[in-house]
């Protein structure tokens, strides 16, 4: 794999992880659209490492309440004593109900190839046009008084369901869990704020999955790539975690709809066209 490569691919996983427009799926259109061949499973893992970074590090002191948490959850006594009294028990196990569907389908999904079968531009094309308008309605319609610090059990669960749509590529992660949050009446900040927590678990589940599927197939790959690529990554998604929390505090999610439905629309063009 070149330099160039490496460069798009990271850059392109870096800045649309967090942002409500698909990073699977742009990540599938790479190869499609610039011929390249695909670069592999494990290339994806090495990026999806680097955003993973980016959130433990954006969002250090919820990182290091959520990991207390969940060890004075296990029996740890000094951490749970560290964390008595505060929201991140509750946040905790919120997210941990939240992350069972989708550990759970996913699960299905790779050992049955299923989501091999969806990883094509006509799938991300509609998905871009659907759920960005939904995201567009839930925007418009959800109330804005909640906050991350009022997660229960049965939003977290409601969040968790939405976010198994996110296995079919172009539907976006971060895009349909925010969806779901805004509708259930969480801020926009607070939205992203939990969207972005509640990727941790995802990219972990994700990337253990697609690293043992890949070394099934026993997949030749160069550890200097990956260091790059997770690097790059990592670098970009803290810009865009960065300019998608500041750009929420005064704006709407409208601009992330438009891109989407702008690209549903050039793919479905290039599609009739035989570019792609």
Not at 112 to 119: E, K, V
Not at 160 to 183: C, E, F, N
Not at 197 to 204: H, V
Not at 249 to 276: D, P
Request: net charge neutral; glycine share 8%; with cysteine.
């Amino acid at each position: 794999m070149t330099i160039i490569q490496i460069f798009v691919l990271a850059l392109v996983q870096g800045i649309t992880e967090f942002l409500p427009i698909s990073s699977s799926g742009h990540l599938i259109l790479v190869p499609a659209l610039t011929g390249w061949p695909d670069q592999g499973l494990l290339m994806d893992v090495a990026v999806h490492v680097g955003t993973l970074v980016a959130v433990l590090a954006y969002f250090w002191r919820d990182t290091c309440g959520l990991a207390l948490a969940g060890l004075g959850s296990v029996g740890v006594a000094p951490a749970r004593r560290a964390v008595e009294g505060s929201h991140y028990q509750k946040l905790f196990w919120a997210m941990v109900i939240a992350t069972i569907p989708m550990v759970i389908v996913g699960g299905v999904m790779v050992a049955t190839d299923a989501s091999d079968m969806l990883r094509n531009a006509e799938v991300i094309a509609a998905t871009s046009i659907i759920f960005g308008v939904l995201l567009y309605i839930a925007d418009k319609r959800g109330a804005t008084s909640k906050t991350t610090e009022q997660m229960a059990i049965k939003p977290a669960l409601l969040i968790g369901l939405a976010q198994v749509l996110a296995l079919i590529p172009g539907t976006s992660r971060s895009g349909v869990t925010m969806t779901a949050a805004r509708m259930l009446g969480f801020s926009r900040v607070e939205a992203a704020r939990f969207s972005m927590l509640l990727s941790i678990p995802a990219i972990l589940a994700s990337g253990t999955a697609a690293t043992l599927k890949a070394l099934e197939e026993s997949s030749a790959f160069a550890f200097g790539d990956a260091a790059l690529a997770a690097g790059l990554s990592c670098a970009a998604a803290l810009l865009a975690i960065h300019f998608l929390m500041r750009w929420l505090a005064h704006a709407s999610m409208t601009i992330f709809v438009v891109y989407r439905v702008l690209l549903g629309v050039a793919l479905f063009t290039m599609i009739g066209a035989g570019v792609i």
